[in-house]
Structure formats: C-alpha cells, structure tokens
C-alpha cells in the first residue's frame, strides 16, 4: 500500500475520532483564529502564532500543537511513516481543505508564508 494512503487513512482516522471526542469550542475557536490572521499553518501542521495573536491565542495554539504532535507521533508509530512525512502530509490536506480567498495563512514546503 503506498505510504501516503496509508498515512490518509490514519489521519482521517485519528481526527474523526478526535472531532467527535472535542468540544466543538475548540474548532470554532481555531477556525476564528485562522479567519483573523492571529495564527498560520505551519508545513508541519501546526499552528504558528502572527502578529494578531493574543495571549489566550497563544494559549490555545500551545494546545493545539501539543495534542496534534502527540497524534503524529501515533500515527507514524502505526503506519510506519516518519513524523515529519505525517506532519507534512496532514499540512497539505488542511491546506487543501481552506477555500481560496479566506485570508489564511499557510507556510508552503519551502518555509514561505503565503495567504489563501
């Protein structure tokens, strides 16, 4: 099976199972974050605080990235995938599913910040 299906279906996995399991604060709280340009996505799938950022922000991007890397970690631990190549592959799916013109910012594979 090739590695990135395989990493597909354990995230998809992990963050159905996650989704259901948070409180939808959480989500919404991210996504207005997101929507305001307090935070980017990092090519690793993290979240990584801009200037708008408050300090619950920051508090919650902290959060954020601690549960997330905690998930890669399992992730790449049963699917035989390096962290990295998980992080990576869980950035580019998040990216794809932000709608063009919404504002977000992401960090493209060579580290640059752009905006959708």
């Not at 340009?37 to 959060?63: H, P, S, W």
């Not at 990576?88 to 060579?110: F, I, K, L, S």
Request: with cysteine; net charge neutral; glycine share 6%.
């Amino acid at each position: 099976m090739d590695i990135n299906l395989k990493v597909d279906k354990e995230l998809d996995k992990a963050f159905a199972n996650e989704n259901q399991q948070k409180p939808q604060g959480n989500f919404v709280a991210i996504k207005e974050m997101l929507d305001r340009q307090a935070a980017g996505i990092t090519n690793r799938a993290m979240l990584e605080a801009r200037e708008k950022a408050t300090d619950a922000d920051q508090l919650l991007i902290a959060e954020f990235n601690a549960n997330s890397l905690k998930r890669f970690a399992e992730i790449a631990k049963s699917s035989g995938a390096s962290l990295e190549s998980v992080q990576r592959r869980r950035a580019t799916r998040w990216c794809e599913m932000v709608p063009a013109g919404t504002g977000v910012w992401y960090q493209n594979d060579n580290g640059a910040w752009l905006q959708k």
